[in-house]
């Protein structure tokens, strides 16, 4: 099935004894499943499909070139998105809720990541605040 990967084949569905088929490109084959891609140029958007290596019930080469044939009743768009040309490369809304935000301490007011002074109580050192001084 590896050997598939960036070559098109024909991928043969059905359904209560329908039958259709789809010529695609495979995209990548992972141990459990293969990523089909369709580039839709009209459009300007690309088209993938992720299918369960389990659904799969044969594929092999026929004189038309390489084929998969998927169990009865198990189509691709069930695992299917599509993905703009003209969105590559920009941030999405989510990202922009799912970013860094700085953490505010109600503590100083301020931005800044706070630390707090430890005591210690047979120090030579002063650990009470401000600059740190021997005493």
Known sequence: MENLVNQMVEVHVSKNGKTGSKSIKVCKVKAKSVLFIEVDKPNRKNIFWKL???????????PSGPFI?????ILLSDNK???????????????????????YSNHSK????????RLKANSQYN????AHFRT
């Open 69 to 73: 044939r998927i169990k009865d009743g």
């Open 52 to 62: 369960d290596k389990k659904n799969i019930e044969s594929f092999g080469e026929s």
């Open 127 to 130: 650990y009470g605040g401000g």
């Open 110 to 117: 301020g931005w800044a990541p706070q630390y707090t002074a």
């Open 81 to 103: 998105w599509e993905s703009e040309w003209d969105s590559i490369g920009k941030l999405s809304p989510m990202s922009y809720q799912n970013r860094i935000k700085p953490h």
